[in-house]
């Protein structure tokens, strides 16, 4: 047998398995992806705590981070049912 039968061969196998994986992970996908989102929702709370007037034991720490999640907070305030923003020197609406 030749090389390119075998390099063929391989290349429909790797398809097969890719088409497998997804037919197994498609409904998971969504349930995943959700968790996922809430766990930083919950994150993001805790880093904007301090700001929204809510204790945080750990805010020098957080304070850090927080250019970094200014750029989704707009979308986190709005999922979290807040019309306007709830920081007063910071405005996204």
Same mark, same amino acid.
């Given at each position: 047998?030749?090389? *390119? =039968?075998?390099?063929k061969?391989?290349?429909h196998?790797?398809?097969?398995?890719?088409?497998? $994986?997804?037919?197994y +992970?498609?409904?998971?996908?969504?349930?995943?992806k959700?968790?996922i989102?809430?766990?930083?929702?919950?994150f993001?709370?805790? *880093? =904007?705590?301090?700001?929204?007037?809510?204790p945080?034991p750990?805010s020098?720490y957080?304070? $850090?981070?927080?250019? +970094?999640?200014?750029?989704d907070?707009?979308?986190?305030?709005?999922?979290?049912g807040?019309?306007?923003?709830?920081?007063?020197?910071?405005?996204?609406?």
């Amino acid at each position: 047998m030749s090389q *390119a =039968f075998f390099s063929k061969w391989r290349k429909h196998l790797k398809q097969i398995k890719n088409f497998y $994986e997804e037919m197994y +992970f498609v409904p998971y996908r969504r349930t995943m992806k959700r968790e996922i989102r809430d766990e930083e929702d919950v994150f993001k709370l805790l *880093a =904007f705590s301090e700001m929204l007037g809510i204790p945080n034991p750990v805010s020098y720490y957080t304070l $850090e981070l927080i250019p +970094f999640m200014l750029e989704d907070f707009h979308e986190w305030h709005r999922r979290m049912g807040m019309e306007k923003s709830p920081l007063d020197g910071f405005r996204c609406c």
